[in-house]
């Protein structure tokens, strides 16, 4: 099972607003609607922000929002906070009821 | 409180075996699919095993596949990884994480803070 592809860093002033695609296949991302995104701090366990493509979790900021169209799924951060920087990280269930990972996005508030 | 703590993790040499295990609390342990998730230095997220809640079903990355056995105690509320033929690129940490669904890995919503595995000479 190959890796899902995403861009290796993304960067934006505070305020402004980013998106990260996620790019998979029809064998997972295309066929579920079970994408996840993760938040991880440096040396800290990563932090599930979305589920199910665009749902957020109880005490997600709401800056935070997800979507998936065809093969790709994109996270949206908008008014970017200096908080925000971090790695972020796509998620999808697959048809061989596994699980793959993407290769990590690492966001850098200017 | 949902609390995921990892154990069992060290130096070890290339081709030895090594037992990580993961208490959990504050959730029915039974209820819920249990994972192992790993991460190389300076690296991303793999997924490497989850196992169904009633241990009846376990699932593995095509990396670590009849090297790795995942297991679950319920009665103690611990999730175990065995790990055989070890190689330099298990070298990570290797986190516990609690799945939402009860028989599949969907998507995680707990996580341990992680146990390093080191495979080294």
């Known amino acids: 099972q190959s890796a899902l592809t995403q861009p290796a860093s993304v960067s934006a002033s505070p305020g402004q607003s980013i998106t990260i695609a996620c790019t998979g296949t029809?064998?997972?991302?295309?066929?579920?609607?079970?994408v996840s995104w993760y938040q991880q701090h440096p040396g800290k366990a990563p932090k599930v922000i979305i589920y199910d493509v665009s749902n957020r979790p109880s005490g997600v900021s709401n800056r935070f929002s997800g979507s998936k169209s065809g093969n790709t799924a994109s996270l949206t951060i908008s008014g970017l906070q200096a908080e925000d920087e971090a790695d972020y990280y796509c998620?999808?269930?697959?048809?061989?009821?596994?699980?793959?990972f993407g290769g990590g996005t690492k966001l850098t508030v200017l | 409180e949902v609390q995921l703590l990892e154990s069992g993790g060290g130096l070890v040499q290339p081709g030895g075996s090594l037992r990580l295990s993961c208490a959990a609390s504050g959730f029915t342990f039974t209820k819920y699919a249990m994972s192992w998730v790993r991460q190389a230095p300076g690296k991303g997220l793999e997924w490497v095993s989850t196992?169904?809640?009633?241990?009846?079903?376990?699932y593995y990355a095509d990396s670590v596949k009849g090297r790795f056995t995942i297991s679950r105690d319920n009665s103690k509320n611990t999730l175990h990884l065995q790990m055989n033929g070890l190689r330099a690129d298990d070298t990570a940490v290797y986190y516990c994480?609690?799945?939402?669904?009860?028989?599949?890995?969907?998507?995680?919503?707990?996580w341990g803070q992680g146990t390093l595995v080191t495979v080294s000479s």
């Open positions: 196992i169904s809640n009633s241990a009846i079903s376990t």
């Open positions: 994480a609690k799945d939402w669904a009860s028989s599949l890995s969907l998507w995680n919503d707990y």
């Open positions: 998620s999808s269930y697959t048809s061989i009821s596994t699980r793959v």
């Open positions: 029809n064998s997972d991302v295309g066929r579920y609607d079970y």
